[in-house]
């Protein structure tokens, strides 16, 4: 029964990996899983560890997957209407981190750190020169940027009010039908205990005559 079961599970995850709506969803949903969830639990377990070699792996596998992410960006309109993309990409972002092959290494070792030492030169000027342009932007819009935070601080300030006050509300009238509904309570038991004594009255009055 066992091994039923699980031929029976096998069949419907190959089905539902396989069929075109599983290819929107499921494998989406495992290369989100696999590729970012993971890691990122990965990473914290190293850094909460202090496991150096466990860190290095997971700095290589970022650098790899941030890599290929890079270039997703650009290619992905291109070939992601090819049939079983997301199902290679899902073996891929398993290469990279299933420990006897260790890919993310292999891929930095062998493809983007040479890449990266032949245009270091190049790299570093380029980022240089995007933080200069930066800096000289936001001195010459310190008054604008000081507004913007200014005005999105107010923004935040009011709806923040807004959601209080919306609860203080809905709290006030949830306390209204409450001691309305306490009141209507009472009217009923005063109302009923005037109907016992009257007929209470009534009766004493028949047995006096």
Avoid at 72 to 78: A, P
Avoid at 92 to 121: E, I, N, T
Avoid at 148 to 160: D, L, M
Wanted: aromatic fraction near 10%; hydrophobic fraction near 35%; charge should be negative.
């Amino acid at each position: 029964m066992a091994l039923l079961g699980s031929n029976i599970t096998g069949e419907v995850g190959l089905r539902l990996l396989l069929c075109p709506l599983g290819s929107n969803i499921v494998v989406r949903t495992a290369c989100c899983s696999v590729g970012i969830v993971l890691p990122i639990y990965r990473t914290f377990k190293a850094i909460e560890r202090k496991d150096q070699d466990e860190q290095q792996r997971c700095l290589l596998y970022w650098a790899a997957y941030g890599s290929f992410s890079l270039l997703e960006v650009f290619s992905d309109r291109i070939i992601s209407w090819l049939p079983f993309y997301y199902h290679l990409k899902f073996a891929f972002l398993v290469w990279l981190q299933f420990p006897s092959v260790d890919g993310a290494k292999h891929l930095y070792m062998c493809h983007l750190r040479p890449f990266l030492l032949q245009h270091q030169a190049r790299i570093d000027r380029a980022l240089g020169f995007a933080y200069g342009e930066m800096v000289k932007f936001i001195c010459a819009h310190k008054e604008e940027i000081q507004f913007a935070r200014t005005v999105f601080s107010k923004i935040v300030t009011s709806g923040r009010r807004l959601i209080e006050d919306q609860s203080k509300t809905e709290d006030q009238s949830r306390t209204g039908d409450l001691s309305n509904s306490n009141d209507d309570s009472r009217s009923e038991d005063h109302s009923d205990s005037n109907n016992d004594n009257r007929s209470e009255d009534q009766s004493e009055s028949i047995h006096d005559d």
